[in-house]
């Protein structure tokens, strides 16, 4: 069974940066994407930026210019390297990835935990 371990979250000043890591454990399985989502209370998880194995990025258009996802294949971690934070941007960030299972012979998709950004003076 996959599992996913974020980090990087914490409290930050408008105009500043933080980088999200996320790394997939697990074993007989391989990667085929995986991204960022944001919810904050009383609203739907949105997203936030996806990047595949094979490098094709999408970005939310908020995020668009001043975030940046990126992943290590080889570590199976996907990263976001986000500046000019804006206190929209506050929310709990979750990792997803979708990936293939040797053993099962299909796709699944998982979650991570969550972890919480808050952009604040």
């Known amino acids: 069974q996959v599992q996913l371990v974020e980090s990087g979250g914490g409290l930050v000043q408008p105009g500043g940066s933080l980088r999200l890591s996320c790394a997939a454990s697990g074993s007989g399985f391989r990667i085929n994407a995986m991204g960022w989502y944001r919810q904050t209370p009383g609203k739907q998880r949105e997203l936030v930026a996806t990047i595949t194995t094979g490098g094709d990025k999408n970005y939310a258009d908020s995020v668009k210019v001043r975030f940046t996802i990126s992943i290590d294949n080889s570590k199976k971690t996907v990263y976001l390297q986000m500046d000019r934070l804006k206190p929209e941007d506050t929310a709990v960030y979750y990792c997803?990835?979708?990936?293939?299972?040797?053993?099962?012979?299909?796709?699944?998709?998982?979650w991570g935990q969550g972890t919480l950004v808050t952009v604040s003076s």
């Open positions: 997803n990835t979708n990936y293939y299972s040797d053993r099962a012979r299909r796709n699944f998709e998982v």
